[in-house]
Nanobody
Framework: VQLQASGGGLVQAGGSLRLSCTNSRRTSSNNAVGWFRQAPGKEREFVASVSWRGDSENYADSVKGRFTISRDSAKNTVYLQMNSLNPEDTAVYSC?????????????????WGQGTQVTVSS
């Protein structure tokens, strides 16, 4: 598993972005995938996760109703659609793959980490 995150950028409050996390090693994957974020001076924070089949999703309370995680197994890609962004969402967003088909919010559940992509929301 080798993850590549992309899609970050600068957006105004209320806007949207879609992040992508691609497994560049073209192998079948039965790993759950999660998104985490880290703002300057803050701890890394769980954002969302999706099971390997895409049939189970988890979200942090701070993003429920605004963010949607999904996966396209044919493309080895997991997406994070972010709507109604606000300045508190500004952070470096990273994706990670767990060892098993399901994973929760604990970073310790994830084995493989991609590099982050910066999301900046201006007020």
């Amino acid at each position: 598993v080798q993850l590549q995150a992309s899609g970050g950028g600068l957006v105004q409050a209320g806007g949207s972005l879609r992040l992508s996390c691609t497994n560049s090693r073209r192998t079948s994957s039965n790993n759950a995938v999660g998104w985490f974020r880290q703002a300057p001076g803050k701890e890394r924070e769980f954002v969302a996760s999706v099971s390997w089949r895409g049939d189970s999703e988890n979200y942090a309370d701070s993003v429920k109703g605004r963010f949607t995680i999904s996966r396209d197994s044919a493309k080895n890609t997991v997406y994070l659609q972010m709507n109604s962004l606000n300045p508190e969402d500004t952070a470096v967003y990273s994706c990670a793959a767990a060892l098993g088909p399901y994973a929760g919010s604990s970073p310790g559940s994830y084995r493989y980490w991609g590099q982050g992509t910066q999301v900046t929301v201006s007020s």
